[in-house]
């Protein structure tokens, strides 16, 4: 895509006019793009919520996540804090699960 200083309008390498909107990223996003939202989005959410559930093996996982001894070093400190932050603010819930999997993924 070509653009020229100070324009709003820009070219595809087909010569094809394409617009090059700048701004609040927000305001741009409600007022020129439709909103999709719904049963597909619906979908994801089910499919995330069986996906993760924090108990006995979360807690394992997360012991060794944040604590020193028993990871033996192999977990970086920002990992084993940031980790230790998200439990204390947002709790023992599915989100939580999940970002305790990842980070020992």
Do not use: K
Request: net charge negative; proline share 2%; charged share 25%.
């Amino acid at each position: 895509m070509i653009v020229s200083a100070g324009s709003d309008r820009a070219f595809s390498a087909q010569g094809r006019a394409r617009t090059l909107s700048y701004g609040d990223d927000l305001d741009i996003l409600r007022r020129y793009i439709p909103d999709e939202s719904g049963s597909e989005s619906d979908t994801q959410l089910v499919a995330f919520e069986g996906a993760s559930h924090w108990g006995a093996d979360t807690e394992r996982v997360y012991d060794c996540l944040t604590n020193a001894s028993r990871h033996e070093g192999r977990v970086p400190d920002n990992v084993s804090t940031i980790t230790a932050a998200l439990r204390h603010d947002i709790g023992e819930n599915q989100m939580m699960a999940y970002l305790v999997e990842m980070a020992a993924a």
